[in-house]
Antibody, heavy 118, light 108 residues
Framework: QVRLVQSGAEVTKPGASVKVSCKTSGYTFSAYYIHWVRQAPGQGPEWLGWISPDNGGTKYAQKIQGRFIMTTDTSIDSAYMELRSLTSDDTAVYYC???????????WGQGTVVTVSS | EIVLTQSPGTLSLSPGERATLSCRASQSVSSDSLAWYQQRPGQAPRLLIYGASSRATGIPDRFDGSGSGTDFTLTIRRLEPEDSAVYYCHQYGGSPFAFGPGTRVEIK
């Protein structure tokens, strides 16, 4: 079955960077986009972008463009998102999710809590 | 950029009743690319409906999606205690994709 398993919680300071990982299994990794979505405490989800593992193509939400970087490693069926220049506003649960072939996040990881605090 | 609004903010209903959730888009959603997710506390969102009206795999037929253009509805028939959750609509027809603010469904 399709599984996405994310890395553990991160606590970091303003201005720092963190890298969240998403290990997939149960399907052909290169065949489906990976989306990244975050959810701040008490808020609704916020779509951040997607990456194509097949060719590395990306689409970012304008809000995080240039500050968050999505990558994949097809040798180990994993996706990553590096979060740079973090502020307290970036405190959230970060999810990776596999696409269904129609740009829709369908299978989700368990989420990674990222806390930015001085 | 498409903005989604959802109403009501909270629904409090008894088991067996029907819940009607609304999602309105600021402009027409391309190809009815509108989905609904259920999120229980501490869990990731779970896909219920895609393409405005198609149920995702394993979703009971108590959940129905309808609508087109800018107005969409999620109906949950015969509410069960496990339906207590926040429900989000999501448009994926045009970038940037967007989620609505959610409707909380409470089961009395």
């Amino acid at each position: 079955q399709v599984r996405l398993v994310q890395s553990g919680a991160e606590v970091t300071k303003p201005g720092a960077s963190v890298k969240v990982s998403c290990k997939t299994s149960g399907y052909t990794f290169s065949a489906y986009y990976i989306h990244w979505v975050r959810q701040a405490p008490g808020q609704g989800p916020e779509w951040l972008g997607w990456i194509s593992p097949d060719n590395g193509g990306t689409k970012y939400a304008q809000k995080i463009q240039g500050r968050f970087i999505m990558t994949t490693d097809t040798s180990i069926d994993s996706a990553y998102m590096e979060l740079r220049s973090l502020t307290s506003d970036d405190t959230a649960v970060y999810y990776c999710a596999r696409d269904n072939g129609l740009l829709l996040p369908t299978w989700w990881g368990q989420g990674t809590v990222v806390t930015v605090s001085s | 950029e498409i903005v989604l609004t959802q109403s009501p903010g909270t629904l409090s209903l008894s088991p067996g009743e029907r819940a009607t959730l609304s999602c309105r888009a600021s402009q027409s959603v391309s190809s009815d690319s509108l989905a609904w997710y259920q999120q229980r506390p501490g869990q990731a969102p779970r896909l219920l409906i895609y393409g405005a009206s198609s149920r995702a795999t394993g979703i009971p037929d108590r959940f129905d999606g309808s609508g087109s253009g800018t107005d969409f509805t999620l109906t949950i028939r015969r509410l069960e205690p496990e339906d207590s959750a926040v429900y989000y609509c999501h448009q994926y027809g045009g970038s940037p994709f967007a989620f609505g603010p959610g409707t909380r469904v409470e089961i009395k």
